[in-house]
């Protein structure tokens, strides 16, 4: 309930009616506990009930919400057009939960809340809104990552060489927008990586500290598909020089 009190608008606690103190967010009438999210295709008064005619499945008592055993797992919320004040602290309680995904709404401040570093299971967290300050070092553990996307924020400091150590699952780092400085860490250990899309924020490559991407290893990350380093101040470093991965399917590149 702390991220419906942290609603913005009153159109967003509309959009989170089912989302009620009395009734449970997961279900009462499965038998494993699992609940099949109720997404917009779903009216509110389906919520909870059984999904599809067999009944064999049920929806999950509050939209955007996904349990197993009983316990959240998942919010499910990108591009539904919800606002939020901050992100409160509070959601660290969801201990279980695996996906949180708010991109393509808006948190109108705040920070990023180092108590998130306690999602032991987190495998996918997409923010989107102007939250400020740095990047929290303690969310390198979230050893099971598998994405992580920040788009459109007020983010500052640099990026935590320690988030490349130790999400060794990562296979899309994704920060587009910020006011993020400092350099490119090199992401060696994620040996999965498909996206590294850092752009709109001053990071920078120079002679001194050039990307990681014009280093000869960057070959052996063989999963890659598209590096984006948009709008980022790369450009001595690209110079004279030239991408020979041939992992490198698109390459998004422009100067601020």
Same mark, same amino acid.
């Given at each position: 309930?702390?991220?419906?009190?942290?609603?913005?608008?009153?159109?967003?606690?509309?959009?989170?009616?089912?989302?009620?103190?009395?009734?449970?967010?997961?279900?009462?009438?499965?038998t494993?506990? %699992?609940?099949?999210?109720? %997404?917009?295709?779903?009216? %509110?008064?389906?919520?909870?009930? /059984?999904?599809?005619?067999?009944?064999?499945?049920?929806y999950?008592?509050?939209?955007?919400?996904?349990?197993?055993?009983?316990?959240?797992?998942? &919010?499910?919320?990108?591009?539904e057009?919800?606002?939020?004040?901050?992100?409160?602290?509070?959601? /660290?309680?969801?201990?279980?939960?695996?996906?949180?995904?708010?991109?393509?709404?808006?948190?109108?401040?705040?920070? &990023?809340?180092v108590?998130?570093?306690?999602?032991?299971? &987190?495998?996918?967290?997409?923010?989107?809104?102007?939250?400020?300050?740095?990047?929290?070092?303690?969310?390198?553990?979230?050893?099971?990552?598998?994405?992580?996307?920040?788009?459109?924020?007020?983010?500052?400091?640099?990026?935590?060489?320690?988030? #490349?150590?130790?999400?060794?699952?990562?296979e899309?780092?994704?920060i587009?927008?910020?006011?993020?400085?400092?350099?490119?860490?090199?992401?060696?250990?994620?040996?999965?990586?498909?996206?590294?899309?850092?752009?709109?924020?001053?990071?920078?490559?120079?002679?001194?500290? &050039?990307?990681? #991407?014009?280093?000869?290893?960057?070959?052996?990350?063989?999963?890659?598909?598209?590096?984006?380093?948009?709008?980022?101040?790369?450009?001595?470093?690209?110079?004279?020089? /030239?991408?020979?991965?041939?992992?490198?399917?698109?390459?998004? #590149?422009?100067e601020?």
């Amino acid at each position: 309930m702390a991220l419906k009190a942290a609603a913005a608008y009153l159109s967003t606690t509309q959009r989170l009616s089912t989302w009620k103190v009395t009734i449970p967010p997961c279900t009462n009438s499965s038998t494993n506990g %699992d609940c099949a999210l109720c %997404d917009w295709s779903v009216p %509110d008064s389906q919520c909870g009930g /059984a999904k599809g005619p067999e009944g064999l499945q049920v929806y999950c008592n509050w939209r955007f919400v996904e349990c197993r055993s009983k316990r959240v797992i998942a &919010l499910h919320m990108g591009e539904e057009g919800l606002s939020f004040s901050t992100l409160p602290a509070a959601l /660290a309680n969801i201990t279980m939960l695996e996906t949180l995904d708010l991109s393509r709404n808006q948190v109108m401040g705040g920070t &990023l809340p180092v108590e998130y570093s306690a999602y032991a299971n &987190l495998t996918a967290f997409r923010i989107s809104g102007n939250v400020a300050g740095a990047l929290p070092i303690t969310y390198s553990a979230w050893i099971k990552l598998k994405v992580f996307e920040v788009t459109g924020t007020n983010l500052s400091g640099n990026i935590p060489t320690a988030y #490349f150590a130790s999400w060794t699952q990562l296979e899309n780092f994704t920060i587009d927008g910020a006011n993020i400085s400092g350099h490119l860490p090199a992401p060696w250990s994620c040996l999965q990586l498909r996206m590294y899309m850092v752009q709109n924020t001053p990071v920078v490559s120079d002679s001194a500290n &050039l990307a990681w #991407f014009l280093n000869p290893q960057a070959g052996s990350l063989t999963q890659m598909t598209i590096l984006a380093v948009g709008r980022c101040h790369v450009g001595d470093a690209m110079s004279n020089r /030239a991408l020979t991965h041939s992992w490198c399917v698109q390459l998004l #590149f422009s100067e601020p």
